[in-house]
Protein backbone atom coordinates (compact mmCIF):
# COMPACT_ATOMS: atom_id res chain seq x y z
CA UNK A 1 0.00 0.00 0.00
CA UNK A 2 1.50 3.25 -0.75
CA UNK A 3 1.96 6.24 1.36
CA UNK A 4 -0.11 9.33 1.53
CA UNK A 5 1.12 12.18 0.21
CA UNK A 6 -1.03 15.53 1.10
CA UNK A 7 -0.44 18.55 -0.71
CA UNK A 8 -1.01 22.10 0.55
CA UNK A 9 -0.88 24.53 -1.36
CA UNK A 10 -3.38 27.46 -3.11
CA UNK A 11 -6.22 26.48 -5.79
CA UNK A 12 -6.61 28.13 -8.92
CA UNK A 13 -5.18 31.57 -10.99
CA UNK A 14 -3.57 33.65 -8.05
CA UNK A 15 -1.10 36.87 -8.22
CA UNK A 16 1.55 37.24 -5.61
CA UNK A 17 2.79 40.34 -4.19
CA UNK A 18 4.96 41.04 -7.30
CA UNK A 19 2.29 40.73 -9.98
CA UNK A 20 3.35 38.15 -11.01
CA UNK A 21 0.62 35.71 -11.81
CA UNK A 22 0.66 31.87 -11.32
CA UNK A 23 -1.38 28.97 -12.44
CA UNK A 24 -1.53 26.70 -9.52
CA UNK A 25 -3.59 24.04 -10.75
CA UNK A 26 -1.01 23.58 -13.77
CA UNK A 27 1.46 23.33 -10.84
CA UNK A 28 -0.22 20.83 -9.37
CA UNK A 29 -1.25 18.62 -12.95
CA UNK A 30 2.55 18.99 -14.01
CA UNK A 31 4.84 19.59 -11.51
CA UNK A 32 3.57 18.30 -8.14
CA UNK A 33 1.11 14.93 -8.86
CA UNK A 34 3.81 13.30 -11.28
CA UNK A 35 6.49 13.77 -9.04
CA UNK A 36 4.20 12.40 -6.41
CA UNK A 37 3.58 9.50 -7.83
CA UNK A 38 6.88 9.28 -9.75
CA UNK A 39 8.05 8.57 -5.50
CA UNK A 40 5.53 5.61 -5.39
CA UNK A 41 2.92 8.11 -3.25
CA UNK A 42 -0.68 8.79 -3.86
CA UNK A 43 -1.31 12.88 -3.45
CA UNK A 44 -3.89 14.27 -1.51
CA UNK A 45 -4.94 17.46 -2.74
CA UNK A 46 -6.95 19.84 -0.47
CA UNK A 47 -10.47 20.72 -1.47
CA UNK A 48 -10.62 23.61 -3.42
CA UNK A 49 -10.78 26.50 -1.26
CA UNK A 50 -14.46 27.19 -1.97
CA UNK A 51 -15.73 27.00 1.65
CA UNK A 52 -13.93 29.77 2.92
CA UNK A 53 -10.98 28.85 4.62
CA UNK A 54 -9.98 24.95 6.25
CA UNK A 55 -12.50 24.65 8.47
CA UNK A 56 -13.60 21.33 8.84
CA UNK A 57 -12.34 17.93 10.23
CA UNK A 58 -10.90 15.88 7.22
CA UNK A 59 -8.32 18.76 6.69
CA UNK A 60 -6.67 18.22 10.48
CA UNK A 61 -6.81 14.91 9.53
CA UNK A 62 -4.87 14.91 6.18
CA UNK A 63 -2.22 17.61 8.13
CA UNK A 64 -1.92 14.48 10.77
CA UNK A 65 -2.15 11.40 9.37
CA UNK A 66 -0.41 12.04 5.70
CA UNK A 67 2.81 10.14 6.14
CA UNK A 68 4.50 12.97 3.62
CA UNK A 69 3.55 16.37 2.81
CA UNK A 70 4.24 18.97 -0.18
CA UNK A 71 3.76 22.74 0.75
CA UNK A 72 3.92 24.78 -2.26
CA UNK A 73 4.41 28.60 -0.38
CA UNK A 74 4.53 30.81 -3.60
CA UNK A 75 2.52 34.14 -2.73
CA UNK A 76 2.62 33.23 1.08
CA UNK A 77 -1.12 32.53 1.00
CA UNK A 78 -2.26 32.20 4.80
CA UNK A 79 -4.40 29.17 4.59
CA UNK A 80 -1.31 27.39 3.48
CA UNK A 81 1.08 29.29 6.07
CA UNK A 82 -1.50 28.18 8.62
CA UNK A 83 -1.65 24.79 7.56
CA UNK A 84 1.73 24.49 7.16
CA UNK A 85 2.05 25.45 10.94
CA UNK A 86 -0.25 23.03 12.12
CA UNK A 87 1.93 20.10 9.97
CA UNK A 88 5.42 21.61 11.47
CA UNK A 89 4.07 21.38 14.95
CA UNK A 90 2.73 17.37 14.70
CA UNK A 91 5.01 15.94 12.45
CA UNK A 92 8.54 16.22 13.08
CA UNK A 93 9.72 14.90 9.55
CA UNK A 94 8.55 14.20 5.70
CA UNK A 95 7.63 18.01 4.62
CA UNK A 96 9.07 19.35 1.53
CA UNK A 97 8.96 23.00 0.55
CA UNK A 98 8.81 24.39 -2.69
CA UNK A 99 8.24 27.98 -4.55
CA UNK A 100 8.14 29.53 -7.58
CA UNK A 101 11.41 30.66 -7.61
CA UNK A 102 11.92 34.29 -6.93
CA UNK A 103 9.62 34.26 -4.02
CA UNK A 104 10.69 36.17 -1.69
CA UNK A 105 10.18 33.86 1.47
CA UNK A 106 9.24 35.31 4.98
CA UNK A 107 12.01 35.38 7.63
CA UNK A 108 11.26 32.10 9.55
CA UNK A 109 10.38 30.17 6.64
CA UNK A 110 13.73 31.35 4.63
CA UNK A 111 16.54 29.40 6.41
CA UNK A 112 14.48 26.03 5.56
CA UNK A 113 15.55 24.11 2.64
CA UNK A 114 12.90 24.46 -0.49
CA UNK A 115 13.10 23.35 -3.73
CA UNK A 116 12.46 26.33 -6.17
CA UNK A 117 10.39 25.95 -10.16
CA UNK A 118 10.19 28.10 -13.05
CA UNK A 119 7.33 29.20 -14.25
CA UNK A 120 6.24 31.33 -18.00
CA UNK A 121 4.18 34.49 -17.74
CA UNK A 122 1.25 32.36 -17.55
CA UNK A 123 2.38 30.97 -14.55
CA UNK A 124 2.90 27.39 -16.07
CA UNK A 125 5.97 25.89 -15.19
CA UNK A 126 8.49 26.02 -17.63
CA UNK A 127 10.71 22.90 -17.35
CA UNK A 128 7.79 20.43 -14.94
CA UNK A 129 10.43 17.38 -15.97
CA UNK A 130 13.15 18.75 -14.15
CA UNK A 131 10.83 19.57 -11.17
CA UNK A 132 9.18 16.45 -11.19
CA UNK A 133 12.72 14.62 -10.67
CA UNK A 134 13.84 17.06 -7.83
CA UNK A 135 10.47 16.80 -6.07
CA UNK A 136 10.26 13.40 -6.37
CA UNK A 137 14.02 12.69 -5.45
CA UNK A 138 13.62 14.95 -1.97
CA UNK A 139 10.44 12.65 -1.37
CA UNK A 140 12.19 9.37 -1.55
CA UNK A 141 15.03 10.75 0.48
CA UNK A 142 12.65 11.40 2.95
CA UNK A 143 11.28 7.86 2.88
CA UNK A 144 15.01 6.94 4.62
CA UNK A 145 16.17 10.30 6.23
CA UNK A 146 15.12 9.99 9.61
CA UNK A 147 16.17 13.67 11.06
CA UNK A 148 13.75 16.13 11.60
CA UNK A 149 12.19 18.91 8.73
CA UNK A 150 10.27 21.10 11.27
CA UNK A 151 11.77 23.80 12.91
CA UNK A 152 10.22 23.76 15.91
CA UNK A 153 11.22 20.05 16.63
CA UNK A 154 14.74 21.12 15.51
CA UNK A 155 14.90 24.26 17.85
CA UNK A 156 13.10 23.50 20.68
CA UNK A 157 14.48 20.61 22.52
CA UNK A 158 12.27 18.08 24.03
CA UNK A 159 9.06 18.50 21.71
CA UNK A 160 6.50 15.90 22.29
CA UNK A 161 6.21 14.01 19.61
CA UNK A 162 2.78 11.97 18.50
CA UNK A 163 2.16 9.10 18.03
CA UNK A 164 -0.18 7.95 15.58
CA UNK A 165 -2.66 4.74 16.36
CA UNK A 166 -2.76 3.09 12.58
CA UNK A 167 -5.72 2.31 13.08
CA UNK A 168 -6.75 5.79 13.18
CA UNK A 169 -4.44 6.35 10.33
CA UNK A 170 -6.33 3.00 8.29
CA UNK A 171 -9.82 5.06 9.04
CA UNK A 172 -8.29 8.17 7.62
CA UNK A 173 -7.02 6.21 4.30
CA UNK A 174 -10.50 4.39 4.07
CA UNK A 175 -12.71 7.86 4.22
CA UNK A 176 -10.05 9.35 1.46
CA UNK A 177 -10.56 6.11 -0.61
CA UNK A 178 -14.31 6.74 0.09
CA UNK A 179 -14.60 10.38 -0.56
CA UNK A 180 -12.87 10.26 -3.73
CA UNK A 181 -15.66 7.38 -4.93
CA UNK A 182 -18.32 9.68 -3.76
CA UNK A 183 -17.22 12.56 -5.89
CA UNK A 184 -17.00 10.03 -8.81
CA UNK A 185 -20.67 8.99 -8.07
CA UNK A 186 -21.86 12.59 -8.09
CA UNK A 187 -20.07 13.68 -11.34
CA UNK A 188 -22.04 10.67 -12.81
CA UNK A 189 -25.20 11.85 -11.48
CA UNK A 190 -24.67 15.04 -12.50
CA UNK A 191 -24.25 14.19 -15.91
CA UNK A 192 -27.53 12.32 -15.97
CA UNK A 193 -30.43 14.51 -14.59
CA UNK A 194 -30.79 16.41 -10.93
CA UNK A 195 -33.14 13.46 -9.88
CA UNK A 196 -30.00 11.38 -9.95
CA UNK A 197 -28.17 13.85 -7.48
CA UNK A 198 -31.31 14.55 -5.53
CA UNK A 199 -31.32 10.31 -4.78
CA UNK A 200 -27.44 10.98 -3.77
CA UNK A 201 -28.44 14.42 -1.45
CA UNK A 202 -31.30 12.28 0.37
CA UNK A 203 -29.44 9.25 0.81
CA UNK A 204 -28.47 7.67 4.20
CA UNK A 205 -24.79 8.34 3.44
CA UNK A 206 -25.57 12.20 4.02
CA UNK A 207 -28.15 11.55 6.50
CA UNK A 208 -26.48 13.44 9.37
CA UNK A 209 -23.86 16.02 7.05
CA UNK A 210 -22.16 17.15 10.49
CA UNK A 211 -20.57 13.71 9.94
CA UNK A 212 -19.35 14.52 6.02
CA UNK A 213 -16.56 15.62 4.76
CA UNK A 214 -17.47 19.42 4.02
CA UNK A 215 -15.75 19.18 0.45
CA UNK A 216 -18.33 16.60 -0.12
CA UNK A 217 -21.18 18.97 1.12
CA UNK A 218 -20.12 21.81 -1.30
CA UNK A 219 -20.12 18.91 -3.85
CA UNK A 220 -23.25 18.18 -3.45
CA UNK A 221 -24.74 21.65 -3.31
CA UNK A 222 -22.90 23.57 -6.23
CA UNK A 223 -24.10 20.10 -8.26
CA UNK A 224 -27.79 21.34 -7.49
CA UNK A 225 -26.42 25.16 -8.97
CA UNK A 226 -25.23 23.72 -11.45
CA UNK A 227 -28.64 22.24 -12.34
CA UNK A 228 -31.00 24.97 -11.34
CA UNK A 229 -31.99 23.36 -8.10
CA UNK A 230 -32.41 26.14 -6.42
CA UNK A 231 -34.63 25.02 -3.34
CA UNK A 232 -32.54 21.77 -3.12
CA UNK A 233 -29.67 24.26 -2.48
CA UNK A 234 -31.67 25.58 0.31
CA UNK A 235 -33.16 22.70 1.61
CA UNK A 236 -29.30 21.27 1.85
CA UNK A 237 -28.20 24.39 3.12
CA UNK A 238 -30.99 24.32 6.48
CA UNK A 239 -29.11 20.84 7.20
CA UNK A 240 -25.59 22.04 6.92
CA UNK A 241 -23.40 22.37 9.88
CA UNK A 242 -23.13 25.87 11.87
CA UNK A 243 -20.01 26.31 10.74
CA UNK A 244 -20.17 25.07 7.16
CA UNK A 245 -23.38 27.58 6.88
CA UNK A 246 -21.02 30.82 7.66
CA UNK A 247 -18.67 30.50 5.31
CA UNK A 248 -18.52 32.87 2.69
CA UNK A 249 -18.74 30.75 -0.40
CA UNK A 250 -21.84 28.81 1.34
CA UNK A 251 -23.63 32.14 2.20
CA UNK A 252 -23.16 33.76 -1.29
CA UNK A 253 -24.31 30.53 -2.95
CA UNK A 254 -27.60 30.66 -0.86
CA UNK A 255 -28.04 34.15 -1.89
CA UNK A 256 -27.81 33.12 -5.45
CA UNK A 257 -30.16 30.93 -4.90
CA UNK A 258 -32.68 32.68 -2.82
CA UNK A 259 -32.49 35.33 -5.50
CA UNK A 260 -33.38 32.88 -8.75
CA UNK A 261 -36.38 31.38 -6.26
CA UNK A 262 -37.94 35.60 -6.20
CA UNK A 263 -36.72 35.74 -2.74
CA UNK A 264 -34.74 38.66 -3.04
CA UNK A 265 -35.05 40.60 -0.39
CA UNK A 266 -33.37 37.49 2.27
CA UNK A 267 -30.36 37.42 -1.00
CA UNK A 268 -29.59 40.79 -0.78
CA UNK A 269 -29.32 40.91 3.14
CA UNK A 270 -27.58 37.55 3.16
CA UNK A 271 -24.62 39.43 0.55
CA UNK A 272 -24.98 43.16 2.27
CA UNK A 273 -23.67 41.24 5.32
CA UNK A 274 -21.16 39.05 3.98
CA UNK A 275 -19.80 42.60 2.31
CA UNK A 276 -19.83 44.32 5.78
CA UNK A 277 -17.87 41.03 7.09
CA UNK A 278 -15.28 40.32 4.57
CA UNK A 279 -15.19 43.90 2.19
CA UNK A 280 -16.07 44.12 -1.25
CA UNK A 281 -15.36 41.12 -3.22
CA UNK A 282 -15.92 40.54 -7.16
CA UNK A 283 -17.92 36.97 -6.31
CA UNK A 284 -20.20 38.83 -3.54
CA UNK A 285 -20.75 42.24 -5.30
CA UNK A 286 -21.55 40.32 -8.87
CA UNK A 287 -24.24 38.10 -7.09
CA UNK A 288 -25.03 41.52 -5.23
CA UNK A 289 -25.12 43.56 -9.02
CA UNK A 290 -27.34 40.35 -9.80
CA UNK A 291 -30.29 41.35 -7.55
CA UNK A 292 -30.54 44.15 -8.80
CA UNK A 293 -30.23 44.04 -12.17
CA UNK A 294 -33.20 41.57 -12.17
CA UNK A 295 -35.01 43.73 -10.03
CA UNK A 296 -34.27 46.56 -13.00
CA UNK A 297 -35.54 44.22 -15.88
CA UNK A 298 -39.00 43.35 -13.57
CA UNK A 299 -39.44 47.34 -13.16
CA UNK A 300 -38.86 48.15 -16.76
CA UNK A 301 -41.38 45.21 -18.13
CA UNK A 302 -43.66 47.07 -15.70
CA UNK A 303 -43.52 50.76 -16.80
CA UNK A 304 -42.30 51.64 -13.55
CA UNK A 305 -39.55 54.26 -15.24
CA UNK A 306 -37.88 56.07 -12.31
CA UNK A 307 -37.48 53.07 -10.19
CA UNK A 308 -35.87 50.99 -12.98
CA UNK A 309 -33.75 53.85 -13.28
CA UNK A 310 -32.16 53.86 -9.87
CA UNK A 311 -31.95 50.11 -9.72
CA UNK A 312 -30.03 50.39 -13.26
CA UNK A 313 -27.25 52.41 -11.34
CA UNK A 314 -27.31 50.18 -8.22
CA UNK A 315 -26.73 47.62 -10.03
CA UNK A 316 -23.88 49.29 -11.95
CA UNK A 317 -22.69 50.50 -8.85
CA UNK A 318 -22.37 46.52 -7.08
CA UNK A 319 -20.65 45.49 -10.50
CA UNK A 320 -18.49 48.27 -10.55
CA UNK A 321 -17.20 48.32 -7.13
CA UNK A 322 -16.80 44.22 -7.56
CA UNK A 323 -14.59 44.53 -10.65
CA UNK A 324 -12.80 47.70 -9.20
CA UNK A 325 -11.99 44.85 -5.63
CA UNK A 326 -10.29 42.41 -8.41
CA UNK A 327 -10.09 43.70 -12.11
CA UNK A 328 -9.00 39.98 -13.00
CA UNK A 329 -12.37 38.51 -12.98
CA UNK A 330 -14.35 39.32 -15.76
CA UNK A 331 -17.61 38.98 -13.99
CA UNK A 332 -18.58 42.18 -12.74
CA UNK A 333 -16.72 44.09 -15.29
CA UNK A 334 -18.51 43.04 -18.07
CA UNK A 335 -21.84 42.86 -16.46
CA UNK A 336 -20.68 47.11 -15.32
CA UNK A 337 -20.26 47.79 -19.68
CA UNK A 338 -23.08 45.87 -20.65
CA UNK A 339 -25.27 47.91 -18.24
CA UNK A 340 -23.55 50.94 -18.96
CA UNK A 341 -25.55 50.96 -22.53
CA UNK A 342 -29.07 50.36 -20.67
CA UNK A 343 -28.19 53.80 -19.52
CA UNK A 344 -30.42 56.85 -21.33
CA UNK A 345 -27.62 58.07 -22.72
CA UNK A 346 -25.30 55.27 -22.75
CA UNK A 347 -22.66 55.95 -19.51
CA UNK A 348 -19.61 57.25 -20.74
CA UNK A 349 -17.55 55.62 -18.32
CA UNK A 350 -17.97 52.19 -20.51
CA UNK A 351 -15.97 53.54 -23.26
CA UNK A 352 -12.85 54.03 -20.82
CA UNK A 353 -13.80 51.01 -18.72
CA UNK A 354 -14.48 48.15 -22.07
CA UNK A 355 -10.00 48.46 -22.63
CA UNK A 356 -9.76 47.12 -19.12
CA UNK A 357 -12.43 44.52 -19.22
CA UNK A 358 -11.15 43.12 -22.66
CA UNK A 359 -7.57 42.93 -20.95
CA UNK A 360 -8.80 41.30 -18.40
CA UNK A 361 -10.50 38.85 -20.44
CA UNK A 362 -8.13 37.93 -23.24
CA UNK A 363 -5.38 37.63 -19.86
CA UNK A 364 -7.49 34.82 -19.16
CA UNK A 365 -8.10 32.93 -22.52
CA UNK A 366 -4.12 33.29 -22.92
CA UNK A 367 -4.38 30.77 -19.66
CA UNK A 368 -6.39 28.45 -20.28
CA UNK A 369 -9.58 30.42 -20.18
CA UNK A 370 -13.10 29.01 -19.61
CA UNK A 371 -16.65 29.65 -21.29
CA UNK A 372 -17.09 32.83 -19.14
CA UNK A 373 -13.96 34.44 -20.87
CA UNK A 374 -15.27 33.75 -24.06
CA UNK A 375 -18.64 35.04 -23.24
CA UNK A 376 -17.35 37.94 -22.15
CA UNK A 377 -15.29 38.83 -24.84
CA UNK A 378 -18.22 38.26 -27.06
CA UNK A 379 -20.47 40.22 -25.09
CA UNK A 380 -17.03 43.26 -25.49
CA UNK A 381 -17.57 42.55 -29.64
CA UNK A 382 -21.13 42.99 -29.51
CA UNK A 383 -20.85 46.64 -27.08
CA UNK A 384 -18.24 47.66 -29.77
CA UNK A 385 -19.67 46.68 -33.14
CA UNK A 386 -17.41 44.47 -34.41
CA UNK A 387 -19.73 41.92 -36.03
CA UNK A 388 -17.05 38.94 -36.96
CA UNK A 389 -15.29 39.17 -34.00
CA UNK A 390 -18.50 38.50 -31.97
CA UNK A 391 -19.19 35.18 -33.91
CA UNK A 392 -15.98 34.18 -33.55
CA UNK A 393 -16.07 34.21 -29.56
CA UNK A 394 -19.51 32.98 -29.82
CA UNK A 395 -18.34 30.10 -31.26
CA UNK A 396 -14.93 29.73 -28.80
CA UNK A 397 -17.85 30.14 -25.78
CA UNK A 398 -20.34 27.65 -27.38
CA UNK A 399 -17.58 24.42 -27.32
CA UNK A 400 -16.77 25.45 -23.99
CA UNK A 401 -20.32 25.75 -22.17
CA UNK A 402 -20.90 23.01 -20.01
CA UNK A 403 -25.08 24.15 -18.65
CA UNK A 404 -27.69 25.80 -20.11
CA UNK A 405 -27.53 28.08 -17.76
CA UNK A 406 -24.27 29.38 -19.07
CA UNK A 407 -25.93 30.53 -22.45
CA UNK A 408 -29.17 31.23 -21.16
CA UNK A 409 -27.65 34.59 -19.10
CA UNK A 410 -25.50 35.09 -22.54
CA UNK A 411 -28.46 35.27 -24.52
CA UNK A 412 -30.60 37.39 -22.38
CA UNK A 413 -27.75 39.71 -21.86
CA UNK A 414 -27.93 39.99 -25.74
CA UNK A 415 -30.98 40.18 -26.02
CA UNK A 416 -30.89 43.28 -23.64
CA UNK A 417 -28.28 44.78 -25.82
CA UNK A 418 -30.44 43.81 -28.62
CA UNK A 419 -33.61 45.55 -27.53
CA UNK A 420 -31.56 48.94 -26.48
CA UNK A 421 -30.13 49.71 -29.76
CA UNK A 422 -33.47 48.75 -31.62
CA UNK A 423 -35.46 50.97 -29.83
CA UNK A 424 -32.42 53.62 -30.68
CA UNK A 425 -33.20 52.60 -34.44
CA UNK A 426 -30.26 50.47 -35.23
CA UNK A 427 -30.30 47.29 -37.40
CA UNK A 428 -29.74 44.55 -35.10
CA UNK A 429 -30.49 41.65 -37.13
CA UNK A 430 -27.05 40.09 -36.72
CA UNK A 431 -27.58 40.50 -32.88
CA UNK A 432 -31.16 38.42 -32.76
CA UNK A 433 -29.18 35.45 -35.22
CA UNK A 434 -26.51 34.96 -32.18
CA UNK A 435 -29.39 35.40 -29.24
CA UNK A 436 -31.13 32.53 -31.41
CA UNK A 437 -27.74 30.29 -31.76
CA UNK A 438 -27.04 30.77 -27.83
CA UNK A 439 -30.89 30.09 -26.58
CA UNK A 440 -30.77 26.89 -29.03
CA UNK A 441 -27.90 25.22 -28.36
CA UNK A 442 -28.51 21.76 -26.26
CA UNK A 443 -26.49 21.69 -23.31
CA UNK A 444 -27.78 19.94 -19.75
Not at 26 to 51: S, T
Not at 252 to 273: D, F, T, V, Y
Not at 340 to 349: G, I, K, L, V
Not at 376 to 389: D, F, G, K, Q, S
Request: proline share 5%.
Amino acid sequence: MKPLCFVLMPFGKKTDAAGRLVNFDEVYKQLIAPAVRAAEMDPIRADEEQVGGSIHKPMFERLMLCDYAVADITGANPNVYYELGIRHSVRPRSTILLFAGGTPLPFDIAPLRGIPYQIDSAGIPTDPDRGVVAIAARLRSARQDQSDDSPLFQLIDGMPRIQVDHSKTDVFREQVEYSNEFKRRLASARALNIDAVRAIAQSGELANLTDVEAGIVIDVFLSFRDLKGYQDMVDLYARMPAPLQRTRMVREQLGLALNRLGNSKEAEQILLQVIKEYGENSETNGLLGRIYKDRWDAARNSGLVLEARGLLKRAIAAYLAGFEADWRDCYPGINAVTLMEMTEPPDRAQADLIPVVRYAALRQIRNSGDYWDHATLLELEILCRNREAAEDAAASALSLARYGWELETTAKNIRLIRQTRQRRGEDVAWLQDLETQLSEAKKP
